[in-house]
């Protein structure tokens, strides 16, 4: 018996100020009273609550974000707590992105009925702007009417023409491209601008006809793109690109290298849906 409780004192003095998990789970605390130390309050996270973790001896609170759980004493984000956390074609269901839920109905103005545009996926109603004298004071696509700037109805892009011309050096004649709804109108871009050779119009002129909803977009399209700016000559002006709109008269022209009238090229043939004819001489151009 005396050396049973000898052991038991040696075992306990090794347990001063622990804590000991037993077997069948039973916690068994060996306070400083009993020997002297702090009590240490755990010595993994298990020891713990669902919403904390052990550090140095201590239970320490997990800060929780604003959208998920707690999991093995640590913060997991959901993947998402709604759908416009998902991806378009997605669905937030049960905290998980998966296909389903409605499809965006526009990714871009072109894709909107007259008088819309595409705002946030969905096609809205266009607002005109007040506070115009000029035509150029509105985006492209709208001129101004009694000082506001207000869609153009679709009839008047009828009378919307537009020209490619290689203005670069050459060995042999690059044929222009004529784009217009009606029979193409020559006569109306004028002699554009001094300093330039504009003579292959005269000597080859390829041409193809749009709808007017395909010229509506393809203006629209081209313009919205960043280089197309008429101060902005590039350093080795290769092509001339013009838009003619018989109604007003105005001539407006914007100098390329061939890569940005590859790239104008491209916009005017993605805007193409039911063209009455095609579109390949646009291949001159890129």
């Given at each position: 018996?005396?050396?049973?409780?000898?052991?038991?004192?040696?075992?306990?003095?090794?347990?001063?100020?622990?804590?000991?998990?037993?077997?069948?789970?039973?916690?068994?605390?060996?306070?400083?009273?009993?020997?002297?130390?702090?009590?240490?309050?755990?010595?993994?996270?298990?020891?713990?609550?669902?919403?904390?973790?052990?550090?140095?001896?201590?239970?320490?609170?997990?800060?929780?974000?604003?959208?998920?759980?707690?999991?093995?004493?640590?913060?997991?984000?959901?993947?998402?707590?709604?759908?416009?956390?998902?991806?378009?074609?997605?669905?937030?269901?049960?905290?998980?992105?998966?296909?389903?839920?409605?499809?965006?109905?526009?990714?871009?103005?072109?894709?909107?009925?007259?008088?819309?545009?595409?705002?946030?996926?969905?096609?809205?109603?266009?607002?005109?702007?007040?506070?115009?004298?000029?035509?150029?004071?509105?985006?492209?696509?709208?001129t101004c009417s009694g000082n506001v700037c207000v869609q153009i109805p679709l009839e008047q892009w009828g009378g919307v023409e537009m020209k490619f011309t290689y203005i670069g050096p050459q060995e042999k004649i690059v044929p222009s491209v004529g784009i217009s709804v009606g029979e193409f109108d020559l006569a109306g871009f004028g002699g554009g601008t001094e300093g330039f050779d504009y003579s292959n119009d005269l000597y080859e002129m390829e041409t193809f006809r749009v709808t007017e909803e395909e010229m509506r977009d393809s203006v629209l399209s081209v313009f919205s793109l960043e280089f197309m700016d008429s101060e902005n000559a590039p350093e080795d002006p290769a092509v001339s690109f013009m838009v003619y709109d018989a109604g007003s008269g105005n001539v407006e022209e914007i100098i390329l290298d061939s890569g940005q009238a590859g790239i104008v090229a491209e916009a005017i043939r993605d805007s193409l849906t039911t063209s009455i004819g095609d579109a390949g001489p646009l291949d001159i151009y890129g």
């Open positions: 018996m005396k050396k049973e409780i000898i052991l038991l004192a040696a075992f306990g003095a090794l347990l001063i100020g622990c804590t000991l998990r037993l077997p069948d789970g039973t916690v068994v605390e060996f306070p400083p009273d009993l020997g002297g130390g702090a009590a240490q309050e755990c010595f993994s996270s298990d020891d713990c609550a669902y919403n904390e973790r052990c550090a140095d001896g201590d239970c320490a609170l997990v800060p929780a974000g604003e959208c998920g759980t707690y999991s093995n004493h640590a913060w997991q984000d959901y993947e998402c707590c709604a759908s416009p956390d998902c991806g378009a074609g997605f669905q937030c269901t049960e905290n998980e992105c998966v296909p389903g839920g409605a499809q965006p109905e526009c990714a871009s103005d072109s894709e909107c009925p007259q008088g819309y545009g595409c705002e946030s996926g969905g096609c809205v109603e266009l607002q005109p702007t007040p506070g115009c004298t000029l035509d150029s004071d509105c985006a492209e696509g709208f």
